[in-house]
């Protein structure tokens, strides 16, 4: 379990797809007390991790890739310097009788469940990530609910393209994408799956922030129940 600092607390959410295997996500919860870093910088105002991998991938393509040229991914330790407090992360697969966003919700307060939040004092921004944001608030505030957590709805804020406005969402981004090439690294010589980037990762201890425990199979059929009404008939 993530222990979070006390006071009143952002945690930003993001995720990549990066994750060996089919159907694979990597969540992350980006967790700091810095009001700063959870108020937006302007529409596109800063540099997501696709935004260098593309950059990358560009000057690779158009004259050799040249290290000097390329906005590289903040350290933690800069992050932290910034005022990051903490981070962890999951993976999750979907796929079968659920889609990517409606197993994304679930994940999300899988992790969020396993902070150790204090409910009155946590706010949650997420990068938006389905187009009805009213359903995705309903949604993870009912799960954290099921798990005792009682987080008012107006403390969950979905933002569009917020890993590009918002700097603790922007940092979830850059922290999920650095795990995922990572793992990638990791796994090459044992799987054919295993992806070639143009940009390496900064040393990240991802391990000891890892949520290892698994959606359970009770909020499983709890998140097949919101999508499917019928199966409360069944």
Known sequence: MVLLPG????IGIDETCLSIGHGGLIVT????????????RGYRSLEKSKDILRKAQALSITGGLDPKKIPPFPPLDEMHSCGLDNFAW????????????????????HLVS?????????????DSFHGRTHETVDIIC???NRSGIK???????????????IPIINYADILAFQ?????????????KNALDF???PHQIPYDEHRIASSITNENRNYLDTIYNPKSKQK
């Open 29 to 40: 919860a980006a967790i700091t007390n810095n009001h700063s870093l959870a108020s937006s």
């Open 142 to 144: 009912n799960y954290l």
């Open 151 to 165: 987080l008012p709805k107006n403390q969950v804020e979905c933002h569009g393209e917020g890993d590009r406005s």
């Open 90 to 109: 999951m993976r999750a697969r979907y796929g079968g009788r659920f889609s990517r966003q409606e197993i994304e919700h679930a994940s999300i307060a």
């Open 198 to 200: 143009e940009v390496m």
């Open 179 to 191: 795990i995922g090439v990572s793992i990638n690294l990791r796994y090459r010589i044992h799987t």
């Open 114 to 126: 396993n902070l150790n939040i204090k409910a009155k004092n946590t706010i949650l921004l997420i």
């Open 7 to 10: 006071a009143y607390t952002y």
